[in-house]
């Protein structure tokens, strides 16, 4: 399963982004996608993720300025967010945990994609 995000850019302080994150090809069932975040000088973090059935969970630092979706019609995966701050400036990265069975055995693997830039400036 391969995953390409889209939608990031610059912004102001404030302002609104919406990232998008299309999964094709074949290799399993995805099951929890989720958003990741690597600022400058920082280490990769969770930001937030939503399971199959809709239930989403979110990093304390976007919790109830940012909205996590899915539309698994379509294998894509958003990311509303709203708010903006300077410190939200990093590359997003999409990840995808796929259920992969074969005779032998049930696996989790996981995907990510090449991530996307969003710049904030104050």
């Known amino acids: 399963v391969q995953l390409v995000e889209s939608g990031g850019g610059l912004v102001q302080a404030g302002g609104s982004l919406r990232l998008s994150c299309l999964a094709s090809?074949?290799?399993?069932?995805?099951?929890?996608m989720n958003w990741y975040r690597q600022g400058p000088g920082k280490q990769r973090e969770f930001v937030a993720g939503?399971?199959?059935?809709?239930?989403?969970n979110y990093a304390d630092s976007v919790k109830g300025r940012w909205t996590i979706s899915r539309d698994n019609a379509k294998n894509t995966l958003y990311l509303q967010m709203d708010s903006l701050k300077p410190e939200d400036t990093a590359v997003y990265y999409c990840?995808?945990?796929?259920?992969?069975?074969?005779?032998?055995?049930?696996?989790?693997?996981?995907?990510w994609g090449q991530g996307t830039q969003v710049t904030v400036s104050s």
């Open positions: 939503v399971s199959t059935d809709g239930s989403s």
């Open positions: 090809g074949r290799g399993g069932s995805i099951k929890t």
């Open positions: 990840n995808a945990v796929i259920e992969v069975v074969t005779i032998e055995r049930v696996t989790n693997v996981e995907s």
